[in-house]
């Protein structure tokens, strides 16, 4: 029974953490709602703290903001997200989900908004249909809030 506990705790985590993944409400329209509210202070925080952010995001193509919640529990690295993605041009909003896999030995959560701004329609397009894949990921750090 003790060989089951590690597996056991590592799927503990990793569900505790793919169910905080997802935009509140219970209805379709009330999540697009709180992802809404969500790309409004994710913006709204990186503007106070990049004034010149503002301008990059006005002049894009499109930008994309999504909420990221992602864990490592000794080897195994999970995350899930969502956000959503604004074409300037045309106002045209789409609703996205993200998921990450990965490994590495360590220990720790990560609760992330991540902003994305493209300059070029290509770029946007690529985007749009087949997302994105970002790796790396190197960090030591302790702290809270």
Same mark, same amino acid.
């Given at each position: 029974? !003790? =060989?089951?506990?590690? !597996?056991? /705790? ?8 793919? @169910?905080?993944?997802?935009? #509140?409400? +219970?209805?379709?329209? $009330? $999540? ?6 969500? =790309?409004?202070?994710? /913006?709204? $925080?990186? %503007?106070?703290?990049?004034?010149? #952010?503002?301008?990059?995001? $006005?002049? #894009?193509?499109? %930008?994309? &903001? ?22 300037? #041009?045309?106002?045209?909003?789409? %609703?996205? =989900?993200?998921?990450? /896999? ?10 992330? =908004?991540? &902003? ?9 397009? +690529? ?13 030591? @750090? @302790?702290?809270?809030?």
């Amino acid at each position: 029974m !003790p =060989r089951l506990r590690f !597996p056991v /705790l590592v799927l503990t985590v990793l569900a505790v953490v793919s @169910a905080c993944a997802n935009p #509140a409400g +219970n209805t379709r329209d $009330q $999540q697009r709602a709180a992802v809404r509210e969500m =790309r409004t202070d994710a /913006l709204n $925080q990186l %503007y106070s703290e990049v004034p010149s #952010a503002k301008a990059t995001i $006005q002049g #894009a193509v499109g %930008y994309a &903001v999504f909420s990221s919640i992602s864990t490592k529990v000794f080897v195994v690295a999970s995350g899930r997200g969502y956000g959503i993605a604004h074409n300037n #041009a045309t106002g045209k909003e789409t %609703y996205m =989900r993200m998921l990450e /896999l990965g490994g590495g030995v360590g220990f720790g959560l990560k609760d992330l =908004r991540i &902003v994305l701004a493209f300059k070029s329609k290509p770029a946007w397009k +690529n985007f749009i249909e087949n997302g994105i894949e970002i790796g790396g990921d190197a960090e030591v @750090a @302790a702290k809270s809030g």
